[in-house]
T-cell receptor
């Protein structure tokens, strides 16, 4: 149980375009979903926390107008990287937490974004 | 600002060796300390520690938390090549926010 999927698993786009990444909890309803970014050889950095039906809470230094998060249901959250630039190239990982199991976070497989 | 520091950053051992990975943390409103294993993709959960001094075990892996010293260790005994991965430690605050350390890159050679 507690499976989280992400789509796409990798994406290459041109500079200036927008890219949408989906995160789904497949077999449970997630209390909260989290978005992380991981640059090569670095650890995961929390970008934002989102609860279904409310605005996401962004970490300091993360531009909310650039990284749009929509959390439309208890099983789906989307991250849109708007006007992507090469420096946005990274590994984006979502996680979903389940209140019934003590808010343990289960991670998706990640999305590799490359901006040319 | 919350901070998690892991050491060593990288470690190379031979199969059969025992390793100890270290994690120190400074996290406000601390709730738990988590260990994850990351291979090619997203992290997989290993342990969640909330109480001091109580060892958690899973096969050859074990972990313990010291809330007084703000420290945790992850032990792996009789290492195998399949244990090669990045091991991440994270401090959790209320609201389930995780602050990750840089990770320890473990390489187990045959």
């Amino acid at each position: 149980g507690a499976v989280v999927s992400q789509h796409p698993s990798w994406v290459i786009c041109k500079s200036g375009t927008s890219v949408k990444i989906e995160c789904r909890s497949l077999d449970f309803q997630a209390t909260t979903m989290f978005w992380y970014r991981q640059f090569p050889k670095q650890s995961l950095m929390l970008m934002a926390t989102s609860n279904e039906g409310s605005k996401a809470t962004y970490e300091q230094g993360v531009e909310k107008d650039k990284f749009l998060i929509n959390h439309a249901s208890l099983t789906l959250s989307t991250l849109t990287v708007t006007s992507a630039h090469p420096e946005d190239s990274s590994f984006y990982i979502c996680s979903a937490s389940v209140r019934e199991t003590g808010d343990t976070q289960y991670f998706g497989p990640g999305t590799r974004l490359t901006v040319l | 600002e919350d901070k998690v520091v892991q050491s060593p950053l990288s470690l190379v051992v031979h199969e059969g060796d025992t390793v100890t990975l270290n994690c120190s943390y400074e996290v406000t409103n601390f709730r738990s300390l988590l260990w994850y294993k990351q291979e090619k993709k997203a992290p997989t959960f290993l342990f969640m520690l909330t109480s001091s001094g109580i060892e958690k075990k899973s096969g050859r892996l074990s972990s313990i938390l010291d809330k007084k010293e703000l420290f945790s260790i992850l032990n792996i005994t009789a290492t195998q090549t399949g244990d090669s991965a990045v091991y991440l430690c994270a401090g959790e605050t209320s609201g389930s926010r995780l602050t990750f350390g840089e990770g320890t890159q473990l390489t187990v050679n045959p």
